[in-house]
């Protein structure tokens, strides 16, 4: 069982970064794949980026690729989400997920495929 939460959530004009944080809970952390992803007012939840268990290969959605960048250490059990150059179209609430299995470059986009998830946190982008 793994339990997460996220922070580092806020408001800033276009251009700017945020860093988000994914605290998780269980011993276990280290054998997880993680994600980030974000759902904006009116929108389905779309995928933003994924790590792998070891940490050794990542991957992004096309919108966010070059500009945000997923990591783990696994020593403190989070996950982060480095977004730079940020726009208005980034602004959504962004929920990080976690499940045991790997997953494949399809299946990691799709959010029914994760166990488990935190509660999200707001980001907002002023033009």
């Not at 996220?6 to 994914?22: D, H, P």
């Not at 992803?37 to 792998?52: C, D, L, M």
């Not at 990542?58 to 403190?76: E, M």
């Amino acid at each position: 069982q793994v339990q997460l939460v996220e922070s580092g959530g806020g408001s800033v004009q276009a251009g700017g970064s945020l860093r988000l944080s994914c605290a998780a809970s269980g011993r276990t952390f280290s054998t997880y794949v993680l994600a980030w992803f974000r759902q904006a007012p009116g929108k389905e939840r779309e995928f933003v980026a994924y790590i792998t268990w070891r940490g050794d290969r990542s991957y992004y959605a096309h919108s966010v690729k070059g500009r945000f960048t997923i990591s783990r250490d696994d020593a403190k059990n989070t996950v982060y989400l480095q977004m730079n150059s940020l726009t208005p179209e980034d602004t959504a609430v962004y929920f990080c997920a976690a499940d045991e299995s790997p997953l494949s470059i399809t299946t990691m986009q799709v959010p029914n495929k994760y166990d488990y998830w935190g509660q999200g946190t707001q980001v907002t982008v002023s033009s």
